[in-house]
């Protein structure tokens, strides 16, 4: 992982040995969830269960599942691997192959580890192949077949060297989305596409299509084999369940289960008792206790269910990976279930908030997990965390800011939150101001006589005009007055966030953020810089430094001075952005975030490609630095400790042995 040019590290005297070790790695400590997407278990120590994710992260449990934890991610480069095939050797278990994509991109791989997934290699043979589907063979454990966008692979040296089997240029047997190996010939395959399936009885130098029964162009997402009677396959699609009792010569659609609407991602049999299937579709969980005839809606259908595992000591034991809900777990074949993700947090944490007058109480707010997210609450420093959404509605929450008035508001994907202390009230009232000419009678006295006279003044009036219903991407608070950068412009509150004035700032409209000091303000709409200096009335358009196109992030310190972040770096300005100073001394770019610390009284900032979290002294410009041992871009400080948002793994928290950091 890069943590800064090399070129920077020698201008500034820093080696990475001089880095803080990996035990120093802040803590994660939630919220926990998010999305879980594979699961397999340890044949040789069935309460061992490694978890694949959508950032390219490894986790494991040691105890049935009662506790994860994060092992290592599978390439150091990539956040967007989906680890949707994991398979441990039957013929070596400490040794792990994952089948791997890339997110929005033709890309990912096959990777091995020899212990336990706590290191991990690529295999050069699929490097830079999208791996859907991955299969290790029961009768023959050397050989693994691997479905790609491109076609089938297979390997017979336990998936060292890969050679491709479909057809070369083939039509048809590409887009493999799912891989079944028959139990006693390795050479029976079946291959499931994005429009149908297929099957090999000689290992791939036939094929021939499985498709009688389906609906046509039906992307096949799961085949399971039955253990015991093979020529029993089962097969999932975008348009229903189906079941061959012929090896896949003949298939019919199960009836009772997910409409074309729905889409089937699993399918997993129990061990034992292979009359029991379980269906992990996009709108829920669905059973079926004997072999199909019928199925019961097992959880709510907001559920999407990405994988099953079933613990084969204890079958009524079941785990299921779900987008946003992390994991879950039943003790009784899923009649009930519980959230089962202690130390699985795959969260995005946008905002973060340390409660002004209590800073062991942390707000944190969440992107993507709808009902599961919004914002999280926890009282003691994040060692437990309590869902605060009620009022939110699903929106997505990209900003949190606690004013010193006891105000607690959040920026959100729809407009403007307030928080009750039961719940969030839409304040996103917005206010035209007009101008009008009023006239006032006015009497003096003069003498023993009073003498009336008339006079007109023009007055402003502020009167409704709305809601502001867009995204609000930053809050600032500063001297009793609030402010907003949104997608309609900029705006300005003055009385607790309940009323709003303001929109376009010459022509702008798209703001990312906003930070004040005072009645010193600034903001920002990508390429374009703002600053207002009588708490955001008027705005003056900034210059760039030269050579800069855009600006990512931009704080007030307590002084008035301006700081900007972008891919360039990092830059100051004295005169209220007149004229700008790049900190070439800072050894990091690509910034991610900044943000003034009242309490420490530095600027801190964050960087996309580094772990290194700075903060900056404002009156001497030296810096101190402190490794969290993930990316950052969200930092505030609490009880002489520092807490920080990751991109993709919720919260972590400085160690209280470690609070030092190293000054330069």
Avoid at 110 to 134: K, P, T
Avoid at 183 to 204: C, E, F, M, Q, R
Avoid at 342 to 366: I, M
Avoid at 562 to 589: E, F
């Amino acid at each position: 992982m890069r943590l800064f040019p090399r070129t920077l590290l020698a201008l500034v005297g820093i080696t990475l040995l001089s880095l803080p070790c990996a035990a120093q790695n802040w803590q994660n400590v939630g919220p926990d969830g998010g999305d879980a997407r594979s699961f397999a278990g340890d044949p040789a120590h069935p309460q061992h269960i490694f978890l694949g994710t959508t950032t390219g992260w490894m986790y494991e449990s040691n105890d049935n599942g009662a506790h994860w934890l994060p092992l290592a991610k599978v390439t150091a480069n990539a956040d967007d691997m989906v680890l949707d095939n994991v398979v441990v050797d039957e013929a070596k278990t400490s040794r792990l192959v994952v089948g791997a994509w890339v997110l929005n991109h033709p890309d990912g791989g096959v990777f091995i580890s020899e212990d336990d997934g706590h290191h991990w290699r690529s295999v050069s043979d699929m490097r830079g192949q999208s791996v859907r589907a991955l299969a290790q063979s029961a009768s023959d454990p050397k050989v693994f077949v691997a479905g790609t966008l491109t076609g089938v692979y297979r390997s017979s040296d336990g998936g060292e060297h890969w050679a491709p089997i479909s057809p070369a240029g083939s039509m048809e047997i590409h887009e493999v989305e799912s891989i079944a190996i028959d139990p006693v010939h390795a050479d029976v395959i079946y291959a499931g596409t994005w429009h149908l399936p297929w099957k090999t009885d000689d290992g791939g130098k036939t094929w021939h299509s499985i498709k009688e029964g389906l609906i046509v162009d039906s992307d096949v997402f799961s085949i399971i084999i039955d253990p015991t009677m093979p020529s029993t396959v089962y097969a999932s699609a975008c348009s229903g369940i189906y079941k061959s009792l012929d090896g896949g010569g003949q298939f019919h659609k199960i009836q009772g289960i997910p409409s074309a609407a729905r889409r089937t991602r699993v399918l997993m049999q129990d061990p034992l008792n292979h009359d029991v299937v379980y269906a992990g579709t996009t709108e829920g969980l669905y059973k079926t206790v004997n072999a199909g005839t019928t199925w019961k809606l097992m959880t709510p259908s907001y559920l999407i269910i990405n994988d099953v595992h079933i613990d084969p000591k204890n079958t009524q034991h079941v785990f299921l990976a779900t987008d946003r809900s992390g994991v879950l777990e039943s003790d009784n074949g899923m009649q009930s279930y519980r959230d089962a993700s202690v130390g699985f947090t795959q969260r995005q944490v946008a905002a973060l908030a340390v409660d002004v007058h209590q800073p062991n109480n942390f707000y944190v707010g969440l992107l993507n997990d709808k009902r599961f997210g919004g914002v999280f609450f926890s009282p003691d420093s994040g060692a437990t965390w309590i869902q605060r959404s009620n009022g939110l509605d699903d929106r997505d929450v990209y900003a949190l800011v606690d004013s010193s008035s006891g105000n607690l508001l959040a920026g959100t994907s729809h407009g403007m939150l307030r928080w009750t202390g039961t719940s969030w009230d839409d304040v996103s009232n917005r206010m035209k101001e007009t101008s009008r000419r009023v006239t006032h009678a006015v009497r003096k006295k003069h003498g023993r006589t009073y003498i009336t006279t008339h006079v007109t003044t023009t007055e402003t009036v502020a009167t409704p005009d709305g809601k502001i219903d867009v995204s609000v991407r930053g809050l600032a608070y500063a001297d009793g007055q609030w402010y907003a950068a949104t997608a309609a412009g900029l705006y300005r509150s003055p009385d607790t966030g309940f009323a709003w004035l303001g929109g376009p700032v010459m022509g702008a409209t798209d703001f990312r953020n906003v930070s004040a000091q005072g009645s010193n303000v600034l903001a920002n709409a990508g390429y374009l810089v703002y600053g207002s200096v009588d708490g955001g009335k008027t705005w003056k358009a900034l210059p760039l430094p030269s050579g800069w196109r855009r600006v990512r992030t931009v704080v007030v310190d307590e002084s008035g001075r301006y700081w900007i972040g972008g891919r360039q770096g990092v830059a100051t300005s004295d005169d209220q952005g007149q004229t700008w100073k790049v900190m070439h001394q800072l050894p990091i770019v690509d910034i991610s975030g900044l943000t003034y610390d009242a309490q420490l009284k530095r600027v801190m900032i964050t960087s996309y490609e580094s772990n290194l979290i700075f903060g900056v002294d404002p009156a001497t410009m030296q810096y101190t630095w402190w490794n969290a041992g993930w990316h950052t871009h969200a930092v505030q400080s609490f009880d002489n400790r520092l807490v920080a948002a990751t991109l993709l793994h919720g919260v972590v928290v400085q160690p209280a042995q470690s609070a030092s950091a190293t000054a330069h």
